[in-house]
C-alpha cells in the first residue's frame, strides 16, 4: 500500500468522574459562565455513516470518513482516479462501514476508462464486514482482486466483478482459478468477469463472464455490442450520458430464496449514438451460491501494466437490495425530558419509544423538525436519507439548537442565550440502517433555570492531572452546591458499566470524567482529569561492591546501572538507619549492608528496595601475575625455555580484593578468567597484560614478557642401562617432532640398529638378539618438526651394564 487517507474524525465526549455535594467548600466555585462554556466547547462528533444508503460522489473533497484511498488512488478533476495511463500503476478505495448482507446489497457508480492503449482494467469487490485489516489482491491482470505471481488476493473475499479491457481476469493466468468455458488458458478482451470468494492464494474462482464487445456463447447481440474503454490514446473523459463512451454500471444482489447466497445481476446503462443512452442486462439472474458473511463491505481497485488506460470512479451509491422486505421504523411521543439553561444538554429517546422493526436493524440518524409540516412525506434523494452528517441531525429554533450526536438515540439541546421560556418543542424522525424513516413524533422538554457548576475532584482536590504511585488509593468525586441524584463515570469516553456511585476507585491510568444528575433532573459534564502512574526503573547494582583504595570511598551513585539523577531520586539506607538521598550520597564512606531505592522525581513513594554489600580491602587493589607450565607445575622443562606448544597457565596474584579480570597476551587473543591457559603457537616475544578492577574506575595494571624461543624440543639421554627396568631404552625425549629417523652406531662406526618408530623403544643395547659389551656408542637422528622444519642430531652415550 503506497499511502492511505482517511477523513479526520472527531472524538466522542471524553467524559467521567463522581459527584458529591459539598454545601460547605464555597472556596472551590468557580465561575459558571466559564465551566459551562467548557462543556459545551466539547465538540459533538461529526457522526459518520451508519449504514444503508451510502453515498460517495468524489466530485470534491472525500464526503464520508470512513472512504478509504490506497496505492495511486487521489481525487483529481471531479472523479476518484484510481490509475494515470502510465505502466505498473495500482490503486483501490474501499469504504470501511459495514452492510448488513440480510437484505442484499445494489451499487451503481459511474466509470471512466480512457487516454491508453487499452489495460487492464477495474474491479468492483465486496468482502467480509468484520475484517478490520484491509489487504488488495493482486494487480495487473487480477485487477485488485484475485492472486497474482506470488501475491495473495483481497483479503477475506466474498465476490470480484472484473471490467477487463486487456483480457486476463477472465483467464487462468498467474494462477487464477478458472476462466472461460473451454478458454481458460485465452486472453478475453472487452469481458465482465465475476469471480468468488477467496483467500491467499486459495479460491476466486470463475463464476460468470461476459464479452462486451463480440456474439456467440459468451458475447452480446450486435446492437447491444460496447468496448470496456471509452477512447483510446488522446482521449478524454465522457461524463455526459448522452455523449458515445459514457459508461454507468448497476449490480444488484438479491438474497435466494433458499437463504444461501444471491442472484447476481450486473446490468449497464452506456452510450454508442448522441443522444442515445441503452441500458441492458449483462448478467441476470447469475445463481452465486455462496453463503454470505454477517456484514459486506465495498470497494474498487485498477491496474495498468505493460499497456495503459486511466481508470476512474464517481457517484458511488451503495443501497439495499431488498427493499420490499422492509418495514419503516416507527416511534412514540418523547415528553417530559428535563434539560437546564446556559448548557448544551445531553439527552437520549427513550428506547422503549421506537421501534425498529426490519432484522439487525439499529438508528442511524435522528433528524429534528420544528413543525409536522415541515417532515417531508417522502425523500427522493436516497443520499440524505442515509447522511445525517452536516445540518441532517440540527434544528435551530429559536429557544434552542437540537443535535444529533450520531450514536443510537442519543442527542443534545442547547438553550439560546436570553431563552426565559418553561418548554420547547419539536418533532423527530428515525431513520434506521436500511435507510428508512419513521414517521414524525412529538418530543417535548422541560427547561430549568441554569445549575450551579460542579467540579471534578480527586481525593477532594480539584486537580487536572495526577501522578500516582502504584498501589495509590485514588478515589473521584464530583463537588456540586446543589444535590445530585444519579452519577455515570467515564474512562478515555467509554462508560464504565455499573459505576454508578457518587465516588469512584481508580486502579487505571487514563483519562476520566464524569456525568451526574442535578436535583432538576439535568445532566452535567464533568471536566475531565488525566491519570498516571508513572513507571519505575529497573534498579539494578553489583550485589557486592569492592572499593579500589581503603583510603579514598567513591561516590557510591557509578555503580547503578543506568543511572539518571535528572528524571529519577535514589536513596541507600545503611544498617543503622542511616538515609542518604541523592547527592548526599556521596557521603557513604564505611562498609557494610545498605538498601538502594529509587522513584521518579515527581513521586512521594518509592521503589521496593535491592539490597547490596560494601566491602573496604586491607590492601589497595595493584595487578600481579605469574605462570608456569600447565603440565608440569614449573616454569621450563627444559635449559632452552618455553616453547611454542607448551601450554602456559597465568596465575593471578592481585592484592585488593579484584572482581574483574581481563587478560591480553599479546598475539590477538584475550581472557576474562582469572588464571586462565594459553597457548601461543608461535615463536617471539609477547607483552602480557592483565588488568584488575573493583568497579567503575577503579582498575590497576600489570605486564610482563614471555619469550618463545623454539618450536619443538629433543633431549638424548647420556646412557642407558639395559638391565634396570627403568633406563632399558635408548631413545630421545621429543616436543613439537612429526617424524624422526634415529640410526646407533658402534665405536668404531659400524651400524647397529634403525628406527623411525616415535612412539616405540628404542634400542635395547643388542646385535641380533646378543648383548653387547658396555662402552661408548655413537648416534645421528635426523627430524621434520611439526611446522616442516628439518633437524639433525648426532652424539655419544654410554651403554651401562
Known amino acids: 500500500m503506497a499511502y492511505q487517507h482517511r477523513r479526520g474524525r472527531y472524538n466522542e465526549p471524553k467524559i467521567l468522574s463522581v459527584i458529591l455535594s459539598y454545601p460547605d467548600l464555597s472556596m472551590f466555585k468557580i465561575n459558571a459562565f466559564v465551566l459551562l462554556l467548557s462543556i459545551a466547547l466539547r465538540c459533538v462528533p461529526v457522526f459518520g455513516q451508519q449504514g444503508f444508503p451510502y453515498c460517495e460522489s468524489f466530485q470534491g473533497e472525500i464526503e464520508r470518513q470512513q472512504t478509504v484511498l490506497g496505492g495511486t488512488a487521489k481525487l483529481f478533476d471531479g472523479v476518484l482516479r484510481l490509475t494515470e495511463a502510465v505502466m505498473d500503476?495500482?490503486?483501490?478505495?474501499?469504504?470501511?462501514?459495514?452492510?448488513?448482507?440480510?437484505f442484499g446489497v445494489k451499487a451503481s457508480f459511474e466509470y471512466f476508462s480512457y487516454g491508453g492503449d487499452g489495460a487492464?482494467?477495474?474491479?468492483?469487490f465486496l468482502f467480509d464486514g468484520s475484517t478490520n485489516g484491509f489487504s488488495p489482491g493482486g494487480f495487473g491482470g487480477s485487477l485488485g482482486y484475485a492472486p497474482r505471481q506470488g501475491t495473495t488476493g483481497l483479503s477475506r473475499a466474498y465476490m470480484g466483478i472484473g471490467f477487463d479491457s486487456f483480457g486476463n481476469f477472465g483467464n487462468t493466468s498467474s494462477g487464477k482459478s478458472g476462466g472461460f468455458p473451454g478458454q481458460e488458458n485465452l486472453l478475453h478482451p472487452n469481458s465482465i468477469v465475476v469471480r468468488g470468494p477467496g483467500q491467499g492464494s486459495t479460491g476466486y474462482p470463475f463464476i460468470a463472464g461476459v464479452k462486451t464487445n463480440e456474439g456467440g456463447q459468451n458475447g452480446l447481440p450486435a446492437d447491444q455490442r460496447f468496448p470496456i474503454s471509452s477512447g483510446g490514446i488522446g482521449t478524454r473523459?465522457?461524463?455526459?450520458?448522452?455523449?458515445?463512451?459514457y459508461r454507468k454500471v448497476l449490480v444488484k444482489l438479491a438474497p435466494h430464496e433458499s437463504g444461501l447466497g444471491f442472484m447476481l445481476d450486473v446490468e449497464m446503462i452506456f452510450t454508442t449514438v448522441r443522444g442515445n443512452p441503452r441500458q441492458i442486462s449483462l448478467l441476470e439472474n447469475v445463481r452465486y451460491a455462496f453463503p454470505a458473511p454477517e456484514t459486506l463491505k465495498i470497494g474498487f481497485a485498477a491496474s495498468t501494466g505493460g499497456q495503459t488506460n486511466i481508470h476512474e470512479i464517481r457517484n458511488l451509491?451503495?443501497?439495499?437490495?431488498?427493499?420490499?422486505?422492509?418495514?419503516?421504523?416507527?416511534?412514540?411521543?418523547?415528553?417530559?425530558?428535563?434539560?437546564?439553561?446556559?448548557?448544551?444538554?445531553?439527552?437520549e429517546l427513550p428506547e422503549e419509544n421506537i421501534n425498529l422493526p426490519n432484522e439487525d436493524s439499529r438508528i442511524a440518524c435522528v433528524r429534528f423538525f420544528a413543525s409536522q409540516e415541515d417532515i417531508p412525506n417522502q425523500i427522493s434523494d436516497p443520499c440524505l436519507v442515509g447522511s445525517c452528517g452536516d445540518t441532517g441531525g440540527v434544528l435551530e429554533l429559536q429557544a434552542g439548537t437540537f443535535r444529533y450526536l450520531g450514536l443510537a438515540g442519543e442527542f443534545s439541546f442547547t438553550p439560546s442565550e436570553g431563552f426565559t421560556g418553561s418548554e420547547v418543542e419539536a418533532y423527530y424522525t428515525v431513520t434506521d440502517n436500511y435507510g428508512k424513516t419513521s414517521e414524525g413524533s412529538l418530543v417535548n422538554l422541560e427547561v430549568y433555570t441554569a445549575p450551579e457548576p460542579i467540579t471534578l475532584m480527586v481525593n477532594d482536590l480539584p486537580l487536572q492531572r495526577l501522578e500516582a504511585c502504584p498501589d495509590e488509593e485514588i478515589i473521584l468525586s464530583v463537588y456540586s452546591v446543589e444535590p445530585l441524584i444519579a452519577f455515570e463515570w467515564f474512562l478515555d469516553g467509554a462508560p464504565l458499566p455499573g459505576e454508578t456511585s457518587p465516588e469512584l476507585v481508580v486502579t487505571n491510568p487514563g483519562r476520566y470524567s464524569g456525568r451526574v444528575t442535578s436535583f432538576q433532573g439535568c445532566r452535567l459534564l464533568t471536566d475531565t482529569t488525566e491519570v498516571f502512574f508513572p513507571e519505575f526503573p529497573d534498579l539494578e547494582i553489583e550485589p557486592t561492591v569492592i572499593i579500589c583504595n581503603p583510603e579514598v570511598f567513591p561516590d557510591m551513585r557509578q555503580y547503578i546501572v543506568d543511572y539518571d539523577g535528572e528524571a529519577y531520586d535514589?536513596?541507600?539506607e545503611s544498617e543503622q538507619g542511616e538515609i542518604f538521598e541523592n547527592d548526599s550520597i556521596t557521603g557513604i564512606a564505611t562498609e557494610g549492608v545498605f538498601l538502594l531505592r529509587v522513584k521518579p522525581k515527581e513521586l512521594d513513594c518509592w521503589s521496593n528496595p535491592v539490597t547490596f554489600r560494601v566491602v573496604v580491602p586491607d590492601e589497595p587493589l595493584e595487578a600481579a601475575f605469574d605462570y608456569v607450565l600447565n603440565a608440569t607445575g614449573l616454569k621450563e622443562e627444559a635449559p632452552d625455555g618455553i616453547l611454542a606448544d607448551d601450554r602456559i597457565r597465568f596465575l593471578d596474584q592481585s592484592a585488593g580484593l579484584p572482581r574483574s579480570w581481563e587478560w591480553d597476551f599479546g598475539d590477538g587473543t584475550v581472557s576474562n578468567q582469572r588464571s586462565p591457559a594459553h597457548v601461543f603457537g608461535e615463536k617471539g616475544d609477547f607483552l602480557v597484560t592483565l588488568t584488575v578492577g573493583t568497579g567503575p574506575d577503579c582498575e590497576s595494571t600489570y605486564q610482563m614478557t614471555i619469550t618463545i624461543r623454539r618450536t619443538y624440543r629433543v633431549m638424548f639421554?647420556?646412557?642407558?642401562?639395559?638391565?634396570?627396568?627403568?633406563?632399558?631404552?635408548?631413545?630421545?625425549?621429543?616436543?613439537g617432532i612429526a617424524s624422526m629417523d634415529l640410526k646407533v652406531f658402534s665405536p668404531w662406526g659400524e651400524f647397529l640398529f634403525q628406527t623411525t618408530d616415535m612412539n616405540g623403544d628404542g634400542w635395547d643395547g643388542t646385535l641380533n638378539g646378543e648383548p653387547l659389551p658396555p662402552g661408548t656408542?655413537?648416534?645421528?637422528?635426523d627430524f621434520e618438526t611439526t611446522r616442516g622444519e628439518?633437524?639433525?642430531?648426532?652424539?655419544?652415550?654410554?651403554?651401562?651394564?
Open 790 to 801: 628439518k633437524v639433525s642430531r648426532s652424539g655419544k652415550f654410554l651403554l651401562i651394564r
Open 120 to 124: 487492464d482494467g477495474l474491479s468492483v
Open 570 to 572: 535514589y536513596q541507600m
Open 237 to 245: 473523459r465522457v461524463t455526459d450520458s448522452d455523449a458515445p463512451g
Open 777 to 781: 656408542y655413537a648416534y645421528r637422528a
Open 89 to 102: 500503476q495500482n490503486g483501490y478505495v474501499y469504504i470501511d462501514v459495514p452492510f448488513s448482507s440480510r
Open 317 to 347: 451509491l451503495v443501497e439495499v437490495a431488498d427493499e420490499d422486505q422492509l418495514t419503516f421504523p416507527t416511534t412514540e411521543p418523547v415528553e417530559d425530558l428535563i434539560v437546564c439553561l446556559g448548557q448544551e444538554n445531553f439527552l
Open 717 to 735: 639421554p647420556t646412557g642407558f642401562t639395559p638391565t634396570r627396568s627403568e633406563d632399558r631404552f635408548f631413545i630421545p625425549k621429543m616436543k
